[in-house]
């Protein structure tokens, strides 16, 4: 399949021919059982991306045709079908929930409205609340909270960057961005409003000295929303940053800690 799928990449003419739109729509599919992932974790704990099946989902759009789905009093009109058989799949999807067909939900998993994007892989035991958006191939751990309002970008072009990831065991506060690829390692805590892009500051101020990084959050970090003073020719601004403030606790079990983490750090959620 990845061998086709590329060759369709370069020559979109292959598109008109049927059993390469088989092969498609199969891949899609896959991703709906989650038979095959975007992205999926190595064993060193970095993270695979899987090109090809990006590529997949982008052609399979020019190949769906437009319909009118209706659910009175709405009607809503796209090429994208919704999820089904959700009760045999495990998942709770509140009503205002929009899971789209070729994202995975895994079992246990609680939608309040919501919506989730082709390509994504949300896992077991995750909570998605009101208005949380997790977008195309977004990778969501097990028992992941993502709180009110939360926005997880999706990226489908260019092919070769990476999906958004929050690992397993995370709480991403209410209104919090992630976007551009960056990775959450697991356990994270981040409080209400942290913005993170591939370009915003991450800075551990819990030592003497200030670390700085980019587009990755360690396991375990408690972060809340900062800013820094930065010149520009019209002078000098505050510009929005990321600090990490502790980190959970190891020895306590993970309700416990998180608990202990807001308390502690008193951070918003």
Request: glycine share 8%; with cysteine; hydrophobic share 40%.
């Amino acid at each position: 399949m990845k061998e086709i799928i590329e060759s369709i990449w370069n020559d979109r003419e292959q598109l008109k021919i049927k059993s390469n739109q088989s092969v498609i729509r199969e891949i899609i599919e896959l991703l709906d059982k989650g038979e095959i992932r975007v992205a999926e974790p190595q064993t060193d704990g970095n993270w695979q991306v899987n090109d090809w099946i990006k590529k997949a989902v982008i052609l399979y759009f020019p190949i769906q045709q437009m319909e009118t789905m209706e659910l009175k009093p709405f009607e809503f009109h796209d090429k994208m079908k919704l999820k089904t058989n959700l009760a045999a799949s495990g998942i709770r999807a509140v009503p205002g929930s929009i899971l789209r067909y070729g994202s995975y939900i895994s079992k246990n998993v609680i939608t309040m409205p919501s919506f989730v994007n082709i390509g994504a892989y949300v896992d077991d035991g995750t909570m998605v609340d009101t208005w949380a958006t997790v977008g195309s191939c977004a990778q969501i751990g097990k028992h992941v909270h993502l709180s009110g309002g939360v926005g997880i970008g999706g990226v489908l072009e260019p092919i070769q960057a990476a999906p958004v990831i929050i690992e397993d065991n995370c709480f991403i506060g209410s209104r919090c961005i992630v976007v551009e690829g960056v990775r959450v390692g697991k356990e994270a805590v981040l409080g209400a409003n942290v913005c993170l892009t591939m370009s915003t500051k991450i800075i551990d101020v819990t030592g003497a000295i200030p670390i700085e990084t980019k587009g990755y959050v360690p396991e375990r970090s408690v972060v809340i929303p900062g800013s820094y003073t930065k010149n520009f020719p019209a002078g000098e601004y505050q510009v929005p940053c990321a600090l990490i403030i502790g980190k959970r606790k190891e020895s306590t079990d993970l309700k416990t800690s998180l608990n202990d983490a807001l308390r502690e750090h008193n951070v918003a959620v």
